[in-house]
């Protein structure tokens, strides 16, 4: 069931490599071994009602790809904040946080916890994403900087005719208000981003048209640029609404994902 307000949980930890490891080793274990672990803990999937995995992309200056200190960003959905920390308290949870200290730096995490608004497209998950993770500038007033981004800075991508040919979806993930998490010290943000592409060749019209829009309506003027984060992936639907976290351990790779 969804929570009361009607809004789905999307938890979204971002995250580095272990120091002592490459980011490709990082990414090969989260692709090929983490995700498959998290499908067959029933005790923990039972809750978690949809799981991607989403792979920083190689920097690119061709297409405008360029490089982050973090490799990849989940995306574990929940229907309630109850089936959360229901989830998390399961005793076989964990399996995964063990296994997550294989890989990952636990000390350097981003954890966003959102309720996500589908601003515009498809909602199946595609192949390529940008995410953007933002802080809110030093001298902005939250209320207005919130009014911007989820009004003003929203309605300026639908109706913007350059960057509707080129995204195939818009998302915007609102971080939700009064959320404390007990994971090991991790930083947040303001408000995260995601634009979703059919293929990477779309990214440097993106770029270009999405940059003047951000200038044309002050966009720097409520978040820091400066504490931007934002990386370009591709992605791997674990499982779906609706499905059992079992296919995770089968699924076949979207279309053109790496």
């Known amino acids: 069931m969804v929570s009361e307000d009607g809004k789905m949980l999307k938890f979204m930890p971002v995250f580095t490599n272990r120091k002592d490891i490459s980011r490709q080793r990082c990414l090969d274990h989260y692709r090929c071994r983490h995700g498959k672990l998290a499908a067959s803990v029933p005790e923990f999937s039972r809750h978690m009602v949809k799981y991607v995995q989403n792979f920083l992309m190689e920097e690119d200056r061709d297409k405008g790809v360029a490089g982050s200190a973090y490799v990849g960003v989940s995306e574990c959905w929940f229907y309630s904040l109850d089936a959360f920390w229901t989830a998390f308290a399961e005793p076989r949870y964990a399996e995964l946080r063990e296994d997550e200290k294989r890989f990952l730096d636990l000390d350097d995490l981003l954890l966003v916890a959102a309720s996500p608004s589908h601003i515009f497209g498809p909602t199946e998950d595609c192949a390529v994403k940008l995410f953007r993770f933002?802080?809110?500038?030093?001298?902005?007033?939250?209320?207005?900087?919130?009014?911007?981004?989820?009004?003003?800075?929203?309605?300026?991508?639908?109706?913007?005719?350059?960057?509707?040919?080129?995204?195939?979806?818009?998302?915007?993930?609102?971080?939700?208000?009064?959320?404390?998490?007990?994971?090991?010290?991790?930083?947040?943000?303001?408000?995260?981003?995601?634009?979703?592409?059919?293929?990477?060749?779309?990214?440097?019209?993106?770029?270009?048209?999405?940059?003047?829009?951000?200038?044309?309506?002050?966009?720097?003027?409520?978040?820091?640029?400066?504490?931007?984060?934002?990386?370009?992936?591709?992605?791997?639907?674990?499982?779906?609404?609706?499905?059992?976290?079992?296919?995770?351990?089968?699924?076949?790779?979207?279309?053109?994902?790496?």
């Open 134 to 258: 933002m802080a809110l500038d030093s001298t902005a007033d939250p209320a207005a900087a919130k009014i911007y981004w989820e009004t003003g800075y929203s309605a300026a991508v639908r109706d913007d005719r350059r960057l509707r040919r080129v995204i195939r979806s818009y998302v915007q993930n609102r971080p939700m208000e009064g959320f404390v998490h007990n994971f090991p010290a991790a930083k947040g943000c303001d408000a995260a981003d995601e634009f979703w592409f059919d293929h990477a060749d779309a990214l440097p019209d993106f770029f270009a048209a999405e940059a003047a829009l951000r200038q044309r309506s002050g966009h720097d003027r409520h978040f820091d640029a400066a504490r931007t984060i934002q990386f370009a992936t591709t992605t791997k639907l674990l499982w779906d609404l609706g499905e059992d976290p079992a296919v995770g351990c089968f699924r076949v790779p979207l279309v053109g994902e790496g």
